[in-house]
Structure formats: structure tokens, C-alpha cells
């Protein structure tokens, strides 16, 4: 039962152009929602969070949006640049609750 | 400055052998989790504590236990390792996630487990 699913695996990107990275999730309960970023041999790091009461949180190159009737959100990233090159993990948490559920995660590289 | 640390990075263990994972924190956050890992798959998250009261999955299996002596400290023991256990294990702290809102979580760099 995944709660929380990013259908991509992999995404590849040229420098300098916009990256969109999706998510989806079934759980209404679901208020905060987060992206991280997982460089190999590294534990996940925070990137951007947005929410529920809001549709779109900004930060530099990186934007979140969130579309709570489609229960589908996105990052963009923009100019993508070959540092952003990495696994990036979508999660979400419930109202109430303590923890975060993870998506499978997109594995983004940035070419040249 | 790591805040979120994981100790050790690497670990082999043998088969039904028990092992023990070790997280630290300086972050003075009530709650800390443990995530497990697999290749190409979500972060799974196997139990946490909100200070000393643990919560456990309802699907983490009796194998995994875990400790908390204390707001800093966090271990994870599997009692007697599979080759399914083989995987990342992740550390990751959070401030009051109810009170504040949110449960932004701060991550350690993983311990990745290899059972022989």
C-alpha cells in the first residue's frame, strides 16, 4: 500500500533547462509535504516543504507545487545545474502525526 | 558541526548473528526514527520515539528492536539478521512534529548493512 509514489525512476535533464519531478499520494489525511535530496553514500537531505494550505512554496531554483485535488505534487528546478544531479525523495505526513512517508524516489541526473 | 550521526557507516554481520546500530544527535530533538532502506526502494520506516515513548510499526517484524537511553542517543538491534535485512538503515531526528506543524526530519548518513 504506497501511500505516497513517484512513478519515475529516473530523469535526465540538460544543464541549464527546467527539471520536473512528480508525486502523487492517496492519503487525504496527508497536510505536509516535503522533498529531499540523496546524494550516493549520504542520508537524505532537506530541500522544500509546502503546505496543504498553500498551493506553491518557492526557494531559490527549486519550487513546489501542490494540487490537492489531483493529491499530485511537483518540484521544479530551474536552471537545473549538474550539482542537482542526485535521488530525490517526495514525503508526506498526516495530520497529527509524527513521521513521514517516503516515495520511492527519481533519480535525477543533470548532462552537460 | 554533523548533527544526525551514524555509527558505524559500514557494518557486515553474519547470518542470525546480532548486531547493533548506533545513532547520535546534538540537535536536542524529542523525536528520532529509524528508516529502513532497500535498493530503488521508498525509506521504510520501522519504528520512532516521540522522547521515551516508542512506536513501533505495525509491520516492522519482532526481529528489530530498538533503545533510547537517552534524547541523544537511539539504537537499532536486529536480533538475528536475515540476508533480507541487508539494506541502508537511516537515523533521522525531528523537533515536536505535532506542536510545531510539521515534521521536517533531519537525517544521519546511513549505516548500510551487509549480512554474509
Known amino acids: 500500500d504506497q501511500q505516497v509514489k513517484q512513478n519515475s525512476p529516473s530523469l535526465s535533464v540538460q544543464e541549464g533547462r527546467i527539471s520536473i519531478l512528480n508525486c502523487d499520494y492517496t492519503n487525504s489525511m496527508f497536510d505536509y509535504f516535503l522533498w529531499y535530496k540523496k546524494y550516493p553514500a549520504e542520508g537524505p537531505t532537506f530541500l522544500i516543504s509546502?503546505?496543504?494550505?498553500?498551493d506553491k512554496n518557492e526557494d531559490g531554483r527549486f519550487t513546489v507545487f501542490l494540487n490537492k485535488s489531483a493529491k499530485h505534487l511537483s518540484l521544479h528546478i530551474v536552471p537545473s545545474q549538474p550539482g542537482d544531479s542526485a535521488v530525490y525523495f517526495c514525503?508526506?505526513?498526516?495530520?497529527?502525526?509524527?513521521?513521514?512517508?517516503f516515495g520511492q524516489g527519481t533519480r535525477l541526473t543533470i548532462n552537460p | 558541526d554533523a548533527m544526525v550521526i551514524q555509527n558505524p557507516r559500514y557494518q557486515v554481520t553474519q547470518f542470525g548473528k546480532p548486531v547493533t546500530l548506533s545513532c547520535s544527535q546534538t540537535l536536542n530533538h524529542n523525536v528520532m526514527y529509524w528508516y529502513q532502506q532497500k535498493s530503488s526502494q521508498a525509506p521504510k520506516l520501522l519504528f520512532h520515539?516521540?522522547?521515551?515513548?516508542?512506536?513501533n510499526e505495525a509491520d516492522t517484524p519482532d526481529n528489530f528492536q530498538s533503545r533510547r537511553p537517552n534524547t541523544s542517543f537511539c539504537f537499532l538491534d536486529i536480533r538475528s539478521p536475515g540476508l533480507g535485512d541487508a539494506a541502508m538503515y537511516l537515523c533521522?531526528?525531528?523537533?515536536?512534529?505535532?506542536?510545531?506543524?510539521?515534521?521536517?526530519?533531519?537525517f544521519g548518513q546511513g549505516t548500510r548493512l551487509t549480512v554474509v
Open positions: 520515539y516521540y522522547d521515551k515513548d516508542f512506536n
Open positions: 514525503a508526506a505526513s498526516a495530520i497529527g502525526a509524527q513521521k513521514l512517508v
Open positions: 533521522a531526528t525531528s523537533r515536536d512534529g505535532v506542536v510545531g506543524g510539521h515534521t521536517e526530519a533531519f
Open positions: 509546502i503546505s496543504s494550505i498553500k
